[in-house]
């Protein structure tokens, strides 16, 4: 059994509105400012004290496009090589992009 609280563990847990849950690693959750504000805010907050964050209005299909950004960006951060495009399905742009503004994604986007 691990010693490290919740707070401390590796990884966090982001909870879509429709009850499908996503396991990434603390770090690359830390990309987006507003995760990393509700993991790292002073006080005993449920998100930071259990390491849980739930969205109530983004949708499974898209927090886990945004979770797969995410780890695409941590991947290629700092690379001197072309980076690829990350591809976005037309029909889910508009939403995808949304939920990258809301959690403060777009600071770190190079999104195509």
């Known amino acids: 059994m691990s010693s490290l ?27 987006s400012g507003t995760v990393k504000n509700m993991l790292s805010s002073p006080g005993h907050f449920t998100e930071s004290t259990e390491g849980v964050i739930q969205f109530r209005d983004i949708k499974a299909i898209i927090l886990e496009k945004v979770c797969k950004y995410w780890y695409y960006k941590a991947r290629h951060l700092n ?20 939920a990258a503004d809301f959690l403060d994604t777009s600071q770190y986007a190079n999104i195509y």
């Open 5 to 31: 609280a919740p707070a401390e563990s590796e990884y966090v847990t982001l909870e879509s509105s429709d009850g499908f849950q996503f396991v990434i690693h603390r770090e690359v959750a830390m990309l």
């Open 79 to 98: 690379s001197v090589t072309e980076i690829p495009h990350f591809e976005i399905e037309p029909e889910y742009a508009l939403e995808t992009l949304m």
